[in-house]
Every structure is written in structure tokens, then in C-alpha cells.
């Protein structure tokens, strides 16, 4: 698959997954290979995840976003590349396990049953998007998300690294289930080496 702009032109190689899901609307049918599903006990729907592969040149730029219940924005959320190696070798030897109460503080526990936490990342294991840092810190001082201590929290975290240190801050290290679950059935699959 192509995503093609006046910019960028970006790549997608679909990463093979044995899963398949056909989805009807009326009379209308599509089946979408290559995916990895799950169900999402807190949210109570069934997660589908297509999995692919890119390389990332020069002018892309990467966004993740959710939406905010309360105010209906488009929130951007930091983020953090991790070394797929160092991820697989955290999964084989159940080293991604679940978060202490103590461990990260201002989440509710409900929040936490649902959370999962690697060890320590070294700093040659993953690289910060920092590119919009200060765009995303104003966001949350605009829509006065400084109430939530944990949202704050992260964002003060993702903001210092700048000095790129090797990743201990619990807050980057948390995994929410859609991000678990998705990397824990393709480790499970024994991808090919060049997956």
C-alpha cells in the first residue's frame, strides 16, 4: 500500500499475520488480511490491528492522537520508537509484566490492571520523537489538562529527554493493552526475521 501526498510518499509493507476479518455493512463486504484482533475488557469492543512495516525518510513525521471525552479535541500524545529486538526480547523472557501500585502514581487501579511495564530502555534502544514537544506541551496547557497528574507527568518526562538517557522513567515505559496484546500475539507468531 502507497499513502502518496505533494511532500511524502510513504510505503507500507503488510506484516503477514495468519488472522483475517471480513466486515459487511448492508450488502457490502470487505476482508482485511494481515490483522491481529483481541478484546479490549475495559473498553468492551474487540481491538483490530493492522501490522505493517516503513521506512521513515526524511520529512515524515509521526502523530498519535485521542480524542478527549470531555472537551471533543484531537489531543497529540509524545511518542517514543523502541528497538523491536529490545521489545521481543522483553516479551520471550516475560520481562513486560504488570505495574506495581507504587510504581506509577496518579492512575486509578482500574487503570493499572490494564497496564503493562518494561524493564529499563537503553539509550541506544530508542529514540524520542521530540519534534513537536513544545507544540504538544501547549495543548495540554490549552485545554487544561495540568488537572490530570499522571497526562502531566508524562509530558514533563517526555520533555526530559532531550538529554537522551538511557529510558527509566516508569510513565514512557507503560504499554496500554491495544500496544501489549497487539506485540505479544506477533512475537508469538515467530514472524520472520525480516518482519
Known amino acids: 500500500m502507497r499513502i502518496k501526498s ?46 505493517a512495516r516503513t521506512n521513515l525518510t526524511d520529512g515524515a513525521y509521526l502523530l498519535d492522537g485521542a480524542l478527549s471525552g470531555d472537551l471533543n479535541h484531537l489531543l497529540r500524545r509524545p511518542i517514543v520508537l523502541m528497538n523491536m529486538d529490545f521489545l521481543k526480547e522483553q516479551f520471550s523472557q516475560k520481562r513486560v509484566k504488570n505495574i506495581e501500585p507504587d510504581e506509577i502514581r496518579d492512575l486509578e487501579p482500574k487503570e493499572i490492571n490494564e497496564l503493562k511495564i518494561t524493564d529499563p530502555v537503553p539509550k541506544e534502544k530508542y529514540i524520542p520523537f521530540t519534534w513537536d514537544i513544545e507544540y504538544i506541551q501547549n495543548e495540554f496547557k490549552k485545554y487544561r489538562f495540568t488537572e490530570n497528574k499522571y497526562k502531566t507527568k508524562i509530558m514533563d518526562s517526555f520533555a526530559n529527554l532531550a538529554n537522551h538517557d538511557d529510558l527509566e522513567d516508569p510513565a514512557l515505559r507503560i504499554f496500554k493493552p491495544a500496544v501489549w496484546k497487539t506485540l505479544e500475539i506477533l512475537f508469538n507468531l515467530e514472524l520472520p526475521e525480516n518482519s
Open 6 to 51: 505533494s511532500e511524502i510518499d510513504i510505503h507500507l509493507q503488510d506484516i503477514e499475520t495468519p488472522f483475517e476479518v471480513r466486515v459487511k455493512s448492508g450488502e457490502k463486504e470487505n476482508l482485511f488480511k494481515n490483522v491481529v484482533f483481541f478484546i479490549n475488557r475495559k473498553s468492551k469492543i474487540i481491538e483490530i490491528v493492522s501490522v
